[in-house]
């Protein structure tokens, strides 16, 4: 049985080290080595020509809200570029002048005057590849951006960049475009596009080839007329672009000597036990250009791909955190070391970067090195002593930038710090109300399971203000900072102060629509969290990690109920898909095909046009009919969204009251539990970290006015629903954090609630 390290401590950053933290999981974060912040959300970094620089792409669409590190110069909140002295770790210039920048960055001799060196970062908002020049640790703009040509949905999004090994020939993948474009360095235009695969992220030169990964599941385009419901279909695969691998093999002007070999690097989901694809993703080629090695970020796995003769996968390397472990890992950014022997893999899902034997299929073969929160993008030094870590999350919304000398490392003590800062196990003890995860056993007290997703707020904005019957404060609340108190949220309030409450609970994720899909995920995917940020400029196919690219390879809590021949109901789950828009569905992006009738189709998912009231009253009429034939669902899903407003709060409240009323007063309700989670902490501040939320237990089976201590996040509820229903664990991340078993007792108050209003 594991639980998160932190205890009862709560989340944020170490007084004394401002670089280690205790993360919104529970987990540990102390990154190895050397640590500068760079930025917020950075996704991309190359290393300059010379070693003395290396250059961080920021992408987020966010302009304020947090507080500066103090740093000179100081990093930037958005979209910015970083540059960051490798001997000095010290951050020498940022670029803030404009530039919606995404992932792509390279760094260059100009093939005009070597002794000048070239930085090209992708500009996803305008679709170019905008172009600078670094001296002395700044970027200069130099000349005007790239066009890359338009793709099908009215332009371009470049996303990663490569540079063949001659320094020519830039490419770029278009990810909107399914291609991936040449630009030559000589005359900064872009000369070709080649096709490949659905939403190419990465692409890697060398050795006469070029290759391109392509995660996505399908080829979206507008629909005729908008639609009132989506598809409930598998995604539309198609096995020669989707988790596929183009390669290409180059003729040395830029152009292509012949069509590009398709590596299939996974079989299309069939939608029960493989829901989600593999998600290949970054590249690294070895020196002597006969092999590839691809992350496969949804299987915890890297392929080796062999570029003798037809490009084939040859053997693969195993990244679980044990045998059968489920997945979670997740493999991203890699680097290979200078003979070939070592290779690096940097896991987000783990917060460490892996050490590999690159030649042997063993799993773990040298060890981990602990990072900060969510490492995606990892470099070498030309020499191969010192590696480069990019930690996206990094320490309360700051990324950060890591060094690691290698030959001062030791990967056996970075290893037992890595598990350690994870996950602690414990000896299972049996429960019979909350049976142990994996046990296999099914709870013999709790036969329903209801979880309310409802707002966004912090602890602090909600129940800050909460007071037990005597007027003594319930819980950890600062009521100076409650937004929203008891007179707004009086069911709330009751919920809480009646029920069980944790209010030492976290948002998963401080970007609110990844934030959203652990709730029946368990865990956001790479692909969630690599577009989630930069929402805005992905328009038209905006992503809010409904999209069949956001799927788990377990799929959600949905797939597994149905593996496990479960029923549920879903009121407005998983069904704001790219495209969506005030409850009309302009693109042809299939909804999870599990949720076919399963999903009540008059339930309002996120739209500000409908009162939450209607919301409310259409789950009473439905549900009512489960009710009447004694076939109520094992689990139910209901999204209550509301804005920061005291009107949409004080709604979502009456909404909450009326459906916990109506479930309390049914035949089941002595069986029953009830969740209550926000979907996120975007709105309100909160006195002990800006992602502190609540959790609220309500059920007769919850132990009346209690407080939770231990540290818990979204993956600690759909850990306990896991065990209560016998299922298991979707993803390392509710594996690994700690249950709410101690807020359940087996003595059962059976008492309705009266909603208040």
Same mark, same amino acid.
């Given at each position: 049985?594991?639980?998160?390290?932190?205890?009862?401590?709560?989340?944020?950053?170490?007084?004394?080290?401002?670089?280690?933290?205790?993360?919104?999981?529970?987990?540990?974060?102390?990154?190895?080595?050397?640590?500068?912040?760079?930025?917020?959300?950075?996704?991309?970094?190359?290393?300059?020509?010379?070693?003395?620089?290396?250059?961080?792409?920021?992408?987020?669409?966010?302009?304020?809200?947090?507080?500066?590190?103090?740093?000179?110069?100081?990093?930037?909140?958005?979209?910015?570029?970083?540059?960051?002295?490798?001997?000095?770790?010290?951050?020498?210039?940022?670029?803030?002048?404009?530039?919606?920048?995404?992932?792509?960055?390279?760094?260059?001799?100009?093939?005009?005057?070597?002794?000048?060196? =070239?930085?090209?970062?992708?500009?996803?908002?305008?679709?170019?590849?905008?172009?600078?020049?670094?001296?002395?640790?700044?970027?200069?703009?130099?000349?005007?951006?790239?066009?890359?040509? /338009?793709?099908?949905?009215?332009?371009?999004?470049?996303?990663?960049?490569?540079?063949?090994?001659?320094?020519?020939?830039?490419?770029?993948?278009?990810?909107?475009?399914?291609?991936?474009?040449?630009?030559?360095?000589?005359?900064?235009?872009?000369?070709?596009?080649?096709?490949?695969?659905?939403?190419?992220?990465?692409?890697?030169?060398?050795?006469?080839?070029?290759?391109?990964?392509?995660?996505?599941?399908?080829?979206?385009? /507008?629909?005729?007329?908008?639609?009132? =419901?989506?598809?409930?279909?598998?995604?539309?695969?198609?096995?020669?672009?989707?988790? /596929?691998?183009?390669?290409?093999?180059?003729?040395?002007?830029?152009?292509?000597?012949?069509?590009?070999?398709?590596?299939?690097?996974?079989?299309?989901?069939?939608?029960?036990?493989?829901?989600?694809?593999?998600?290949?993703?970054?590249?690294?080629?070895?020196?002597?250009?006969?092999?590839?090695?691809?992350?496969?970020?949804?299987?915890?796995?890297?392929?080796?791909?062999?570029?003798?003769?037809?490009?084939?996968?040859?053997?693969?390397?195993?990244?679980?955190?044990?045998?059968?472990?489920?997945?979670?890992?997740?493999?991203?950014?890699?680097?290979?070391?200078?003979?070939?022997?070592?290779?690096?893999?940097?896991?987000?899902?783990?917060?460490?970067?892996?050490?590999?034997?690159?030649?042997?299929?063993?799993?773990?073969?040298?060890?981990?090195?602990?990072?900060?929160?969510?490492?995606?993008?990892?470099?070498?030094?030309?020499?191969?002593?010192?590696?480069?870590?990019?930690?996206?999350?990094?320490?309360?919304?700051?990324?950060?930038?890591?060094?690691?000398?290698?030959?001062?490392?030791?990967?056996?003590?970075?290893?037992?710090?890595?598990?350690?800062?994870?996950?602690?196990?414990?000896?299972?003890?049996?429960?019979?109300?909350?049976?142990?995860?994996?046990?296999?056993?099914?709870?013999?007290?709790?036969?329903?399971?209801?979880?309310?997703?409802?707002?966004?707020?912090?602890?602090?904005?909600?129940?800050?203000?909460?007071?037990?019957?005597?007027?003594?404060?319930?819980?950890?609340?600062?009521?100076?900072?409650?937004?929203?108190?008891?007179?707004?949220?009086?069911? =709330?309030?009751?919920?809480?102060?009646?029920?069980?409450?944790?209010?030492?609970?976290?948002?998963?994720?401080?970007? =609110?629509?990844?934030?959203?899909?652990?709730?029946?995920?368990?865990?956001?995917?790479?692909?969630?969290?690599?577009?989630?940020?930069?929402?805005?400029?992905?328009?038209?196919?905006?992503?809010?990690?409904?999209?069949?690219?956001?799927?788990?390879?377990?799929?959600?809590?949905?797939?597994?109920?149905?593996?496990?021949?479960?029923?549920?109901?879903?009121?407005?789950?998983?069904?704001?898909?790219?495209?969506?828009?005030?409850?009309?569905?302009?693109?042809?992006?299939?909804?999870?095909?599990?949720?076919?009738?399963?999903?009540?189709?008059?339930?309002?998912?996120?739209?500000?046009?409908?009162?939450?009231?209607?919301?409310?009253?259409?789950?009473?009429?439905?549900?009512?009919?489960?009710?009447?034939?004694?076939?109520?669902?094992?689990?139910?899903?209901?999204?209550?969204?509301?804005?920061?407003?005291?009107?949409?709060?004080?709604?979502?409240?009456?909404?909450?009251?009326?459906?916990?009323?109506?479930?309390?007063?049914?035949?089941?309700?002595?069986?029953?539990?009830?969740?209550?989670?926000?979907?996120?902490? /975007?709105?309100?501040?909160?006195?002990?970290?800006?992602?502190?939320?609540?959790?609220?237990?309500?059920?007769?089976?919850?132990?009346?006015?209690?407080?939770?201590?231990?540290?818990?996040?979204?993956?600690?509820?759909?850990?306990?629903?896991?065990?209560?229903?016998?299922?298991?664990?979707?993803?390392?991340?509710?594996?690994?954090?700690?249950?709410?078993?101690?807020?359940?007792?087996?003595?059962?108050?059976?008492?309705?609630?009266?909603?208040?209003?």
């Amino acid at each position: 049985m594991y639980s998160a390290p932190a205890g009862e401590r709560p989340a944020g950053a170490d007084a004394v080290h401002p670089t280690n933290a205790i993360l919104p999981s529970g987990r540990i974060a102390a990154p190895a080595g050397q640590s500068a912040f760079v930025g917020t959300n950075p996704l991309g970094m190359a290393l300059s020509p010379d070693g003395r620089s290396i250059i961080v792409t920021n992408d987020d669409d966010r302009t304020g809200g947090l507080p500066i590190p103090n740093t000179e110069p100081p990093p930037a909140i958005g979209y910015s570029l970083a540059v960051i002295d490798t001997q000095t770790m010290q951050l020498t210039g940022v670029y803030r002048g404009g530039g919606a920048f995404y992932m792509g960055v390279a760094a260059v001799r100009d093939p005009r005057e070597p002794g000048r060196i =070239l930085v090209l970062a992708s500009d996803a908002g305008s679709g170019t590849i905008r172009v600078f020049t670094l001296d002395s640790g700044n970027l200069t703009p130099y000349g005007d951006p790239i066009a890359l040509p /338009a793709g099908p949905l009215g332009h371009a999004f470049p996303a990663g960049i490569t540079v063949e090994p001659n320094g020519r020939y830039a490419y770029v993948a278009d990810n909107f475009g399914d291609a991936v474009a040449a630009i030559d360095l000589s005359t900064r235009t872009a000369v070709r596009s080649f096709p490949v695969g659905d939403f190419p992220f990465s692409v890697a030169a060398g050795a006469g080839h070029l290759l391109a990964t392509s995660p996505g599941l399908g080829d979206y385009r /507008a629909l005729g007329s908008p639609q009132k =419901l989506p598809q409930f279909a598998a995604p539309p695969v198609n096995p020669d672009r989707s988790s /596929a691998l183009s390669v290409i093999e180059l003729a040395g002007t830029g152009d292509v000597a012949g069509d590009p070999s398709i590596v299939r690097m996974d079989n299309p989901p069939d939608g029960t036990q493989l829901v989600g694809g593999a998600l290949p993703g970054t590249i690294v080629l070895t020196p002597d250009g006969r092999e590839a090695y691809v992350s496969l970020a949804n299987v915890d796995r890297v392929a080796v791909v062999s570029l003798q003769g037809p490009p084939r996968v040859v053997r693969g390397l195993d990244l679980r955190l044990f045998p059968d472990a489920p997945f979670g890992a997740q493999p991203t950014g890699e680097a290979l070391s200078p003979d070939g022997k070592r290779l690096y893999v940097a896991l987000s899902g783990l917060n460490a970067v892996a050490v590999l034997d690159a030649r042997a299929p063993a799993r773990y073969r040298y060890g981990l090195i602990p990072t900060a929160w969510y490492p995606t993008a990892l470099a070498l030094s030309p020499e191969g002593r010192f590696l480069y870590i990019l930690d996206t999350k990094g320490v309360d919304g700051w990324g950060l930038l890591q060094k690691i000398d290698l030959k001062k490392t030791s990967l056996v003590r970075t290893t037992l710090d890595t598990l350690r800062f994870n996950r602690t196990p414990a000896v299972a003890k049996f429960d019979p109300v909350i049976p142990p995860l994996r046990s296999e056993k099914r709870s013999t007290a709790i036969d329903h399971v209801v979880y309310i997703q409802v707002g966004t707020q912090t602890y602090d904005a909600m129940l800050g203000d909460l007071n037990d019957a005597s007027g003594t404060a319930h819980g950890n609340g600062s009521p100076a900072l409650t937004t929203y108190p008891e007179n707004v949220t009086p069911n =709330l309030h009751a919920l809480a102060r009646r029920y069980g409450l944790a209010d030492n609970f976290y948002a998963p994720d401080d970007n =609110l629509d990844a934030a959203g899909t652990y709730a029946t995920g368990g865990q956001a995917t790479l692909y969630t969290e690599l577009t989630s940020a930069v929402a805005s400029i992905r328009a038209p196919l905006v992503p809010h990690g409904d999209d069949p690219e956001s799927y788990g390879r377990a799929g959600y809590l949905f797939n597994s109920l149905a593996r496990a021949g479960l029923s549920f109901r879903d009121y407005g789950g998983l069904l704001r898909l790219a495209g969506y828009s005030d409850g009309s569905y302009r693109f042809d992006v299939p909804a999870l095909a599990g949720l076919a009738n399963n999903v009540d189709a008059d339930y309002s998912p996120w739209n500000p046009k409908v009162d939450d009231a209607k919301r409310a009253a259409e789950f009473v009429r439905d549900m009512q009919r489960y009710v009447s034939s004694d076939s109520v669902p094992a689990f139910t899903f209901v999204a209550i969204p509301t804005g920061p407003t005291q009107g949409g709060v004080a709604g979502a409240d009456r909404a909450l009251g009326t459906i916990v009323d109506f479930i309390s007063h049914t035949p089941h309700w002595s069986s029953t539990v009830v969740f209550v989670v926000p979907e996120g902490a /975007a709105d309100g501040a909160d006195h002990v970290n800006a992602l502190r939320s609540y959790a609220v237990v309500v059920s007769p089976l919850a132990k009346r006015g209690y407080v939770g201590k231990a540290h818990l996040s979204v993956p600690s509820v759909v850990k306990t629903e896991e065990e209560i229903l016998g299922l298991p664990p979707l993803s390392l991340s509710d594996l690994l954090a700690t249950d709410m078993a101690d807020f359940f007792t087996d003595a059962p108050v059976v008492e309705q609630y009266q909603a208040l209003h």
